[in-house]
């Protein structure tokens, strides 16, 4: 337990948005996670076939690319991976497939940090 | 609006006309040919029906009295002719043969007398003393004197009455001599008398000098009238029955069929006033043309009725073509600003996350660095805060816009009615807030889910909330939204405490363009459209109103489920 909390956590987060990117992952960094961003789904999958990750937060809604689709890929690629998603209100029918499609869970946009920061905790933990 | 309204009723009344005319015209003029050939016809052979049957009678008369006169001569050339002057002027054995004729003809022979060259009466056999009498100026003896055979004209003569008299002229010793015999005018008369046909139908004998030699049955001057251009005709048609139609002195037409009697010398003439003549006729004209009236007014009525309908419901139909096209629009109207408002809700919401983490990163720093001796500390916290706070305010707004977007489908689907009027409460809120409204709600919370579409239901909802907004407006008020159950029905109840709506425009206030607001300001097809919806939904809606203390509307909405609707 106490090897969990101390051990940093390996994110990858996927969304469009460079300043939502940019600032989350400084804020996750001062919550014992390391954050590698992806402005972009072909950047996620390509950082997904350099390193492991623990968790994955992924937008569903990037301009140009289908949420879903890129999960699917993430699967395909790493089975077991913990994938949170990230969606606009109104839009929890899409997250449902997702849930459906083995992501871990969903938060909708926008989000309390720390109710993210739980939630990927939670992801790891399940995990391991 | 007002004149769209007139255009269209123009256009209705010049459509109702249009078929009116159309209907009229091509009942009408079948009927009229088809009455009127068939009248002619009718007519026509009436016509020639009376005329012949005219003729005919004519005929037999003309037949009858020239045989009688024939008879008349016959009877006393034979007396001429078997016996001598001698023996006939012998006044007893005169006497003898008239009463032998008498007694064989009935008292058609008056009288008979023998008269000799010098125009003196030598013997006399009658009822009147005219023994010696002299005739050399009288006409008839001029004439008779000349010919063998002689029938006279009626003439008053001697004895002051009408008669006239036939003659046999003979030889007796050299010297010329007549065997004269008085006709009975009466007997005579009575040929032509009895021939009467309807009211005006009669008949009388007129000489060529156009003098009467019957008595007619009514008063005619015979001078006057056709009679003349009868006594015109030539030797060759004397045989022939002749047939005028002229009017007479009184204006009136008349029919006259004539014959000549006695080898032209004599005019039989039968006179009728036409109308009476084909009295029978005219009554079945008459007749015919109170059915053609009749039945002209059956259709102009049926085709007034008929097209004032049939306009009726063109009209209705357009009107519900017309709503439903302004229901679409309004549809595809809130459709769209559901899309817009989800796309700025969704555009804002990132920029507002970022602020919201920017905040959350200061707050961060604030902790690590040693801040803690700052004295305005206290206030960079609440500012945080206050970012915070705010950020999630943004984040309220936009997912009411976005549910509210979202329900713009207009697919049927299970809706919970108290979410929805929550979310239109809280839409409307901002407005009424401004306007010093409050909004209550009181939901009964048990409340079965229907299935419809929820775009339209919202749509009627947001209208009734909009209205009684629109009516607090200027002083504020008091907005209740209650929800409940009743038997099979889910029941919604707006109510207002606003001025309220006057009785005469309740009972308008569902339908199309009907809007007391000012021109330009409402179109007036919100509560139709309202109207429409619910009851497609198999719904009803109804409205009370006091005036002064408020308004209520209430709309039951039918529980089922969707196979159903």
């Given at each position: ?128 | ?40 016809q009718f007519n026509l052979s009436y016509h020639e029906k009376v005329e012949a049957h005219l003729e005919e ?322 206030e960079f916290e609440r500012a945080l805060k206050q970012i915070k706070t705010q950020g999630h305010r943004c ?171």
């Open positions: 337990m106490s090897e969990n909390q101390n051990k940093r956590i390996r994110l990858l987060l996927v969304d469009d948005e460079k300043g939502f990117v940019d600032i989350i992952s400084k804020r996750m960094s001062k919550r014992s996670i390391d954050v590698t961003k992806a402005y972009s789904g072909t950047d996620a999958l390509q950082a997904l076939r350099k390193a492991d990750f623990d968790v994955v937060v992924l937008d569903l809604k990037m301009e140009g690319m289908d949420g879903i689709e890129i999960l699917k890929l993430f699967k395909k690629i790493v089975p077991d991976l913990a994938v949170i998603m990230l969606t606009g209100h109104g839009s929890e029918e899409a997250a449902r497939d997702g849930i459906n499609f083995g992501a871990f869970d969903y938060l909708t946009k926008p989000c309390d940090l720390e109710e993210l920061v739980a939630k990927i905790k939670e992801a790891y933990r399940q995990q391991k | 609006m007002k004149n769209v309204k007139h255009d269209s009723s123009g256009y209705y009344r010049s459509l109702t006309r249009k078929m009116l005319l159309t209907i009229i015209i091509v009942s009408f003029t079948p009927m009229i040919m088809v009455s009127s050939i068939i009248l002619y009678l004519v005929l037999k008369h003309k037949q009858n009295i020239d045989n009688f006169l024939k008879e008349k001569l016959g009877d006393i050339r034979f007396l001429g002719e078997a016996f001598c002057c001698e023996e006939l002027t012998e006044e007893s054995f005169l006497q003898d043969k008239l009463v032998m004729l008498q007694q064989e003809f009935g008292p058609v022979f008056v009288d008979l007398g023998v008269v000799n060259a010098q125009g003196f009466q030598v013997a006399y056999a009658g009822p009147f003393k005219l023994g010696k009498a002299r005739y050399s100026d009288a006409q008839w003896f001029k004439k008779a004197i000349k010919s063998k055979y002689f029938i006279s004209d009626v003439f008053l003569g001697l004895r002051g009455l009408p008669h006239f008299i036939v003659t046999v002229r003979d030889n007796w010793k050299s010297e010329q001599w007549i065997l004269r015999a008085t006709i009975d005018f009466v007997a005579f008369n009575n040929f032509v008398k009895n021939i009467r046909i309807g009211e005006t139908g009669f008949a009388y004998i007129l000489n060529r000098e156009g003098n009467f030699q019957t008595k007619p049955y009514f008063n005619i001057t015979p001078k006057k009238g056709p009679y003349r251009d009868f006594l015109k005709i030539k030797e060759g048609d004397l045989k022939k029955v002749h047939m005028i139609e002229k009017k007479d002195e009184s204006g009136k037409k008349n029919l006259y069929v004539a014959a000549f009697l006695k080898n032209g010398d004599w005019l039989l003439v039968y006179q009728q006033v036409a109308s009476d003549a084909f009295a029978d006729l005219n009554k079945t004209v008459g007749v015919a043309i109170v059915i053609l009236l009749l039945g002209a007014f059956g259709i102009i009525l049926t085709a007034f009725l008929l097209s004032k309908r049939m306009v009726h419901h063109i009209s209705v139909a357009d009107q519900e073509k017309e709503m439903m096209n302004k229901q679409i629009i309004e549809t595809g109207k809130l459709a769209s600003v559901g899309k817009l408002a989800a796309g700025i809700a969704h555009e804002i919401n990132n920029p507002v996350a970022i602020m919201v983490e920017e905040s959350g990163w200061i707050g961060d720093l604030l902790e690590e660095e040693e801040f803690g001796e700052s004295e305005n500390l206290d984040k309220e707004i936009t997912h009411k816009l976005l549910s509210f977007a979202r329900k713009t489908d207009s697919r049927a689907q299970e809706v919970q009615i108290n979410d929805l009027i929550r979310e239109l409460v809280e839409l409307s809120e901002q407005r009424a807030k401004y306007g010093k409204i409050a909004i209550h709600t009181n939901f009964q919370e048990d409340l079965t889910t229907i299935y419809l579409a929820q775009s339209e239901i919202q749509q009627v909802l947001l209208n009734l909330i909009n209205n009684a907004v629109d009516a607090m407006e200027n002083k504020g008020g008091l907005l209740n939204i209650t929800t409940g159950l009743e038997e099979n029905f889910v029941v919604i109840k707006i109510t207002d405490n606003g001025p309220g709506i006057p009785e005469s425009n309740l009972s308008r206030i569902f339908e199309p363009f009907f809007t007391t607001k000012p021109i330009g300001k409402g179109t007036g097809l919100g509560l139709s459209i309202c109207y429409g919806i619910i009851q497609k939904m198999g719904g009803e809606i109804d409205v009370e109103s006091v005036i002064g203390s408020g308004t209520t509307f209430r709309i039951r909405l039918p529980i089922k489920g969707p196979l159903e609707s």
